[in-house]
C-alpha cells in the first residue's frame, strides 16, 4: 500500500477523484488558515483487499514538541468482488480542516494507514508581514 497526502487552499470529492485549487503548498503566514487536505491511497496486494483499515490523519507540529493539533480518522475497506484485478485500486478523498489559527513554525500532515506512515506533507509557517502603508498624499 501507498500513499500521498498535500495541502490545497480548497479541495473537494469528485467521486473517487479530488479537484483541488492551490495545491501543495509549503508555506503559509501566521495567523488564521483556512485550508483543504487531499490524500490518494493505492491498494496493490490482493492481500489488503476484503479488509477493514484505519486512516489516521494529523497535523503536527515539528517545533520543541511533537504536538498533534488536528486528528482524523476513519475507515476504508476495498471489497474484493468489485476490484479489477488487473489494476491496484485508488482511494482519494478531500478533507476540509476549516480555519486554524496557526503560529510561526514547521508543521506537517503525516498520512497513517493501519499505524504505519505513508506519507507526509511538511510546510513552514512565517511571520505574518504587515501591508505596507500608503503614503499620504496632500
Avoid at 515539528?62 to 484485478?85: H, Q, Y
Avoid at 493501519?114 to 513552514?124: A, R, T, V, Y
Wanted: glycine letters at 8%; hydrophobic letters at 45%.
Amino acid at each position: 500500500m501507498r500513499g500521498m497526502i498535500f495541502t490545497a487552499d480548497a479541495a473537494r470529492n469528485d467521486g473517487n477523484k479530488v479537484s483541488c485549487l492551490g495545491g501543495f503548498w509549503t508555506v503559509t503566514q501566521a495567523g488564521p488558515v483556512v485550508a483543504d487536505v487531499a490524500f490518494v491511497i493505492r491498494v496493490e496486494d490482493e492481500s489488503e483487499m476484503g479488509v477493514e483499515h484505519r486512516v489516521r490523519i494529523t497535523l503536527q507540529g515539528l517545533a520543541e514538541r511533537d504536538e498533534t493539533i488536528v486528528g482524523v480518522d476513519a475507515g476504508f475497506k476495498v471489497d474484493r468482488d468489485s476490484a479489477d484485478t488487473r489494476a491496484p485500486v485508488v482511494i482519494s478523498r478531500a478533507i476540509s480542516i476549516g480555519r486554524r489559527e496557526l503560529v510561526e513554525g514547521s508543521y506537517a500532515w503525516v498520512l497513517e494507514v493501519d499505524g504505519h506512515k505513508l506519507d507526509e506533507w511538511p510546510f513552514i509557517v512565517t511571520p505574518r508581514i504587515a501591508p505596507e502603508a500608503t503614503p499620504a498624499t496632500p
